[in-house]
């Protein structure tokens, strides 16, 4: 079965950086776009970044700070997070659709950006 483990999460001051990780097994990884989404308190979850097939996409406000990049030899995604601010608090999922539209989600991973 599909199964997504998120890691990386904690603390961070403002202007930190962190590195999440997402381990993917249950299904051919190389062959489907892998995404990082993220809620935040009392919000809805928004997208963060994509990785398809050599390409990458990230909403506009996600621009510039956030860069997803992929391991396709060990499965894994990561996001790296540049100059993070107290607005990118929330928790941090990976996610991938299968070929039917089903979602797959990992637990999250909580963010934290505070002095």
């Known amino acids: 079965q599909v199964q997504l483990v998120e890691s990386g999460g904690g603390l961070v001051q403002p202007g930190g950086s962190l590195r999440l990780s997402c381990a993917a097994s249950?299904?051919?990884?190389?062959?489907?776009?892998m995404n990082w989404y993220r809620q935040a308190p009392g919000k809805g979850r928004e997208l963060v970044a994509s990785?398809?097939?050599?390409?990458?996409n990230y909403p506009d406000s996600m621009k510039g700070r956030f860069t997803i990049s992929r391991d396709n030899a060990k499965n894994t995604v990561f996001l790296q997070m540049n100059n993070l601010s107290p607005e990118d608090t929330a928790v941090y999922y990976c996610?991938?659709?299968?070929?039917?539209?089903?979602?797959?989600w990992g637990k999250g991973t909580l963010v934290t950006v505070s002095s």
């Open positions: 990785s398809n097939e050599g390409s990458t």
């Open positions: 996610n991938v659709r299968s070929i039917h539209g089903i979602d797959y």
């Open positions: 249950g299904f051919i990884f190389p062959a489907y776009a």
